[in-house]
């Protein structure tokens, strides 16, 4: 029962990632048709992290999901989603462009961006209210239903599934804007497949009912000690700094990412896509053989060490080389199969099960800023970059958009990837650390946050 859970609710995180992806592999056409510039595009991306990082919305989504449990946090989360995603693909629809529903009074305020721009950043921001949420939910669900039972390779699986959803994107996108009904096909399907995402977890939440849930901490529990005390753990601080850092240097470059390689290697928009998704494939590939490392012979700090370490190494060939992009792709590619896989199974290693959901939107909250940040960053440096480049420009041929500038600076949110990675392996090496160099085996099961060291005895035998 516990694999057929995975499968489902892995299939539900998957679609929502299909819906978050889809508008990387068309930026150029966002842009020629709706006359956005970069800037605009990026301020697109960055709002979805608007509700989990200045309204707080993931940490009280983590808090939710442990006081009124994964059923209802789960639909409400997956509700938003749907609705955001419907009403992203409604702002770039020629029903509302020539006038429909909600134009006028958009039109009527900030001149400086469209009507369209507008409605479909509500539509992000409602997504981003509901998707981070979700995800925390999924990670909690699995926790519920595999701690000390290979964790680390149910998340390897889980996230074989998830990232489906995105290498489905970057390949079909370019193919479904070509189709008869409109370019905003790719984003009416994207909305399609989230109701469905909403539908399969019902399906989930009917069965759920039968596996009790952990017993809540009672409300007087949450209270901001108990933050400050996850905050006072130097080896979550660490993992969640690492997180934004590398997060950051992955999420936001990938919406710009099929745009790059259209532009530096003249690639066709279908070409660059299905390039794009190379590296997701190879997650897909690999990433099970990371999560039964992690289960059995542990090296969570070094595997984060390495990642963060290929992450700066890919971003550094694509600004400073004109190499071809096939070997920054599978360097990314491996950097992204061995990150996820260690950081996100490390947290139930350090903080009691009933803390799991907050200790999640905690970290969730510190990936969402860099979220937020970088894509308008991107998108105003690429700009910057290209002065004098305009919508009409690209779309009649007569110019392409350099990205070196963009490229460095995910380069250098690489580098500090890699000294926070650094960090917490020294950390662990202390006698405070949680193991987390060790196999899940000889780690006691749920250890309290503020209890730190209480491994094995055979730990000072693996330390560093």
């Given at each position: ?10 299939v539900?995180l998957a ?11 068309i930026?150029e056409?966002i ?19 608007i ?37 992203t ?5 020629d ?33 981003g ?17 595999f ?39 790719s ?8 109701l ?6 019902l ?9 009790p849930?952990?017993?809540p ?10 933050i400050?005390?996850?905050?006072k753990?130097?080896?979550?601080v ?23 390689l ?6 066709s ?11 997701i494939w ?6 099970p ?7 059995n ?11 963060s ?18 070997l ?12 996820p ?12 099960e009933?803390r ?30 290209n ?26 949110l690489?580098?500090?990837?890699f000294?926070?990675?650094l960090?917490l ?10 193991g987390?160099e060790?196999?899940?085996k ?21 330390a560093?």
């Open positions: 029962m516990r694999w057929i859970v995975l499968i489902l609710v892995s539900v679609l929502s990632f299909y819906a978050y992806d889809s508008l990387s592999p930026k056409t842009q020629v048709h709706l006359n956005f510039s970069s800037t605009d595009y990026g301020l697109l991306v960055s709002v979805y992290s509700p989990n990082t200045i309204l707080f919305m993931v940490i009280l989504g983590g808090v939710l999901a442990d006081r009124w449990g994964i059923r209802k946090t789960g639909l409400l989360a997956a509700l938003a989603c749907v609705l955001g995603a419907v009403i693909a409604y702002g770039a629809s029903i509302f462009g020539r006038g429909g529903f909600g134009h006028a009074f958009l039109g009527s305020f900030l001149p400086r961006f469209s009507a369209p721009l507008k409605m479909m950043i509500l539509g992000r921001f409602l997504f209210l509901g998707a981070e949420t979700l995800n925390i939910v999924v990670l909690k669900i699995l926790v519920k239903w701690k000390g039972r290979k964790m680390a390779f149910a998340f390897s699986l889980m996230t074989i599934i998830a990232r489906m959803g995105t290498a489905a994107v970057l390949i079909l996108s370019p193919v479904l804007i070509e189709a008869g009904t409109g370019w905003t096909t984003l009416w399907g994207s909305a399609f497949l989230m469905l995402g909403l539908l399969l977890l399906v989930y939440l009917a069965f759920d009912r039968r596996m849930d952990a017993p901490a009672a409300a007087a529990d949450f209270q901001s000690h108990e400050t005390g996850l905050l753990n130097r080896s979550f660490f993992i969640c700094l690492l997180c934004v850092m590398f997060y950051s240097a992955f999420f936001p470059f990938l919406s710009f990412l099929p745009d790059l259209h532009n530096k290697f003249q690639l928009l279908r070409l660059s896509g299905a390039l794009s998704s190379l590296m190879g997650t897909i590939v690999f990433i053989l990371v999560g039964w490392f992690v289960d012979k542990g090296k969570i700090a070094s595997l984060l060490l390495y990642g370490g290929m992450l700066f190494l890919s971003h550094l060939i694509l600004a400073a080389t004109k190499v071809t992009p096939y920054a792709i599978v360097v990314l590619g491996l950097a992204f199969t061995l990150v896989a260690a950081l996100w199974p490390a947290v139930p290693r350090i903080v009691d009933r799991v959901g907050t200790a999640y939107g905690i970290m969730t909250w510190t990936q969402s800023l860099g979220i937020l940040t970088f894509p308008y960053l991107a998108g105003r440096i690429t700009d910057l970059s002065p004098g480049v305009t919508s009409g420009m690209i779309r009649a041929g007569r110019a392409g958009l350099d990205y070196t500038n963009t490229s460095l600076m995910f380069a250098g690489g580098i500090m990837s000294v926070f990675a960090m392996k020294k950390e662990d090496s202390r006698k405070s650390g949680f987390l060790l196999p899940e000889r780690i006691k099961p749920d250890v309290p946050v503020d209890r730190p060291g209480e491994v094995s005895d055979e730990r000072s035998d693996h560093g």
